[in-house]
């Protein structure tokens, strides 16, 4: 007996009347799913919304969180140190707020002006100044342009001066003229501003050292004496320096620091400097002090 093999691939006898070949179990599933998916998207998509609209409020307060608090955190700062600054402000920043406002430290201290450490100069005063430096002016324009004349006209040469001659006489003190042809202005003349005395002489007459000693003065230009030589030494145990005055240019023969003995020549009679004509303006100081020449040498020159 044959045994019939029931897994022959002959097809069933319902499979000859379908033409449509049979579909998988899991393809119908896909399918039903397909079928079933666009069912539930609505309800997926009002799921989503809620959560969207909760991450945008998130990113808001975050965002205030970041930017709003540090912007009110400073203007609390600056408030607060504008109240500080308000509190404990400087005598300087008070100051500087406006100018024309005066403020006064605490530690400002009233101090008392003496009236010795100030002077006033009244419209008087200054008038006088004024009025006295332009007569000085015109004093020296005049002197200078006398002494200019008188140079001119002298034609004085100290060269022609014998160095070796002497001024008569004899002892400490001799007159610093050989002759005296006049005696002009006397010792504290014109109300005490003449502090010598004027011997009036030819301009060119020799000038002698009235005493020996060293020279301390010989200048073309020594204030209003004009050509002058100035000498100190010690008469008789006190201290004695004389001057020569208004000297021509060129004239002067002895320099500063020189020693002279009394007699020796020293320079020519002249009218430099505030001098009016040719003369010798003579001045004596004893020990610092103005001293009357004329009577000086009376009493030591005989």
């Known amino acids: 007996m044959t045994a019939v093999n029931e897994s022959s691939e002959t097809p069933p006898e319902n499979a000859a009347s379908d033409s449509t070949p049979p579909v998988p179990t899991t393809r119908r599933a896909s399918r039903a799913a397909a079928q079933v998916a666009p069912l539930k998207a609505p309800a997926i ?3 989503r919304k809620p959560l969207r609209t909760a991450g945008i409020l998130v990113a808001v307060v975050g965002l205030l969180a970041t930017v ?3 912007a009110y955190g400073a203007l609390e700062g600056a408030t607060s140190a504008a109240g500080a600054e308000t509190t404990e402000r400087t005598v300087q920043q008070e100051a500087q707020d406006s100018a024309q406002k ?3 430290g605490s530690d400002a201290k009233d101090t008392e002006v003496a009236r010795g450490s100030y002077s006033a100069t009244t419209r008087d005063e200054i008038d006088k100044k004024k009025a006295e430096a332009a007569a000085l002016e015109r004093a020296k324009a005049a002197a200078a342009a006398a002494a200019a004349s008188s140079s001119s006209s002298s034609g004085y040469n100290s060269s022609n001066v014998d160095l070796n001659m002497t001024a008569p006489g004899s002892g400490e003190v001799r007159w610093p003229l050989a002759s005296i042809q006049e005696i002009g202005e006397g010792f504290m ?3 005490g501003e003449h502090q010598g005395v004027d011997f009036v002489d030819p301009q060119g007459t020799p000038i002698y050292a009235a005493h020996s000693g060293v020279v301390t003065v010989s200048s073309d230009g020594y204030y209003g004496y004009g050509v002058a030589v100035k000498i100190k030494g010690e008469v008789n145990g ?3 320096e004389t001057t020569y005055g208004h000297m021509p240019y060129g004239a002067r023969l002895v320099e500063v620091g020189q020693t002279v003995t009394v007699g020796q020549p020293i320079g020519a009679v002249g009218s430099t400097g505030w001098s009016t004509g040719p003369h010798l303006h003579f001045e004596v100081d ?4 103005k001293s009357d ?3 000086w ?3 030591n020159a005989g």
Request: net charge positive.
């Open 238 to 240: 006190v201290t004695v």
């Open 102 to 104: 005066f403020v006064a």
């Open 45 to 47: 998509r009002r799921e």
């Open 297 to 299: 040498l009376r009493a």
């Open 68 to 70: 709003a608090l540090p």
């Open 189 to 191: 003349a014109r109300g």
């Open 293 to 295: 020449p004329l009577a």
């Open 286 to 289: 004893i020990n610092g002090v």
